[in-house]
């Protein structure tokens, strides 16, 4: 245990691996959500554009009072919570119904009214996206209290990115296999197998998302003093005047636009630009997940050598954006897979440190106002994740309107295979561009000041 670890306990790698899990079947559904919805809502189900992107703006909208409200009341204490734990409860009571909600989104009525459709989309993903913050909300805020120290983290998030990778391979690879152009049914087969995948590994997850007691009694101890009975809205107000915090959640929209864009372009730009089948899409999400598998040992030794979080994080964002900005012209196969595979490479950086960035924001908050707020902050945290989804959809409806995309043709106008090359490439990079930038001026957690974060930490008991 090396110096910074020093005053936290470590935890097994199986119960790492366990509670990891989670971060597969999240990476799944929510991957396949992204991956597949609009071009399923819009290509296959015949949803206008307009809907469909409208649908996701409410989804996201919803989402705004959603995520911070359940991470606001879940970070309270309850009868069960000195038994049962703090964030366990609720990832059990929720994880079924969730995995529910997410194969109702694929299975629409089969009716010809775009409004009757329109509401399916809206009510399912709503239910969808609250019961998946109940889960969420409490998954990722036991990440920040459960692993504290420095190499601990590091580990445990090697172990989320490589188990998590494995839910972003089958949420890219599943389809392609599952999926037949044209056959609604389909999409729903695709649906069942990740119901019964996520069913699986919610079993093997139970042992790793169960609180420390310790870290509970030490919590409800706080909590008995008085200092944590603070209305919702001072709570909100507080967060989002922490800087670090604000930074953050900036950076991380716009990586998410970023992934977002492009995989949800994927299905299009192979469709209509390469005017290829199936297996080129296979072939391109293989090479990007291979690429981000074999950079994680990367990203760690380069990370372990800098001792800066920040740096690695902002290496792998320009990697991301000069990888992601020559789709916006390439039609060669040859060069778009080579480029396909170093876009992965930059995600694998940005998987690793994502979760080690975020938990020095929360021991800044847990020294400045002397309170565990894991909640609140991944429920807002979540929220920017759903506005992603929003600024996804709004762009490709805007593009596609722009540019004369015509719906459930099997082939496009040279103006609208510019708009497929447009958020496919050139918008996902100036995204990405503009969040390294303000991340790299603003974001001002050095090494030195973590450590001492940590020190304090252990200082006032929490």
Request: positive net charge; hydrophobic residues 45%.
């Given at each position: 245990m090396n110096e910074n670890d020093i005053g936290f306990?470590?935890?097994?790698?199986k119960i790492m691996a366990s509670y990891s899990m989670g971060n597969l079947v999240f990476h799944l559904v929510d991957g396949i959500i992204v991956f597949v919805?609009?071009?399923f809502y819009e290509s296959e189900v015949g949803l206008s554009s307009w809907l469909t992107a409208l649908g996701l703006v409410i989804y996201a909208i919803w989402d705004a009072f959603n995520d911070p409200l359940v991470g606001y009341l879940t970070d309270r204490?309850?009868?069960?919570?000195?038994?049962?734990?703090r964030r366990y409860p609720w990832i059990m009571l929720a994880y079924i119904p969730w995995i529910i909600s997410f194969l109702l989104i694929f299975t629409p009525p089969n009716v010809d009214n775009q409004w009757t459709i329109f509401g399916w989309l809206v009510g399912t993903l709503c239910l969808y996206d609250f019961l998946e913050s109940v889960v969420t909300v409490n998954l990722n805020s036991l990440f920040p209290d459960k692993f504290r120290g420095r190499s601990e983290r590091l580990t445990a998030s090697a172990f989320t990115v490589y188990i998590g990778f494995i839910g972003v391979v089958l949420a890219f690879l599943l389809p392609p296999i599952l999926i037949v152009y044209g056959n609604i049914g389909t999409y729903a087969l695709l649906a069942w197998v990740c119901v019964l995948i996520s069913f699986i590994c919610g079993i093997f997850m139970i042992p790793g998302v169960k609180d420390d007691k310790d870290k509970v009694e030490r919590y409800l101890a706080k909590y008995d003093e008085g200092r944590q009975r603070e209305s919702f809205f001072k709570v909100l107000k507080q967060t989002l005047k922490q800087k670090s915090f604000v930074i953050f959640l900036i950076m991380y929209i716009l990586y998410l636009s970023l992934t977002h864009l492009m995989t949800g372009s994927l299905l299009y730009f192979v469709s209509y630009v390469l005017k290829a089948e199936t297996t080129t899409l296979?072939?391109?999400t293989l090479l990007l997940l291979i690429g981000g598998l074999i950079s994680i040992p990367f990203w760690l030794k380069l990370n372990h050598k800098l001792g800066d979080n920040r740096k690695t994080m902002i290496i792998a964002g320009i990697m991301m954006a000069c990888s992601a900005l020559p789709f916006a012209i390439l039609e060669?196969?040859?060069f778009i897979l080579i480029t396909i595979f170093?876009?992965?490479f930059g995600v694998g950086g940005y998987w690793v440190m994502i979760e080690p960035v975020f938990s020095q924001v929360i021991d800044e908050s847990v020294v400045k106002y002397e309170q565990r707020r894991e909640g609140i902050y991944n429920g807002i945290r979540i929220f920017f994740s759903r506005a992603a989804v929003a600024i996804q959809a709004i762009t490709l409806a805007i593009v596609h309107e722009l540019t004369g995309f015509a719906q459930g043709s099997e082939t496009q106008t040279p103006l609208a295979l510019i708009g497929i090359h447009i958020h496919m490439g050139l918008i996902p990079a100036m995204f990405m561009a503009t969040g390294i930038l303000v991340f790299w001026k603003f974001f001002d957690i050095t090494p030195e000041k973590a450590k001492q974060y940590k020190e304090k930490i252990i200082e006032i008991g929490l």
């Open positions: 306990n470590a935890h097994s790698k919805l609009f071009f204490p309850f009868k069960f919570t000195k038994k049962r734990g296979l072939i391109m060669n196969l040859t170093l876009f992965g």
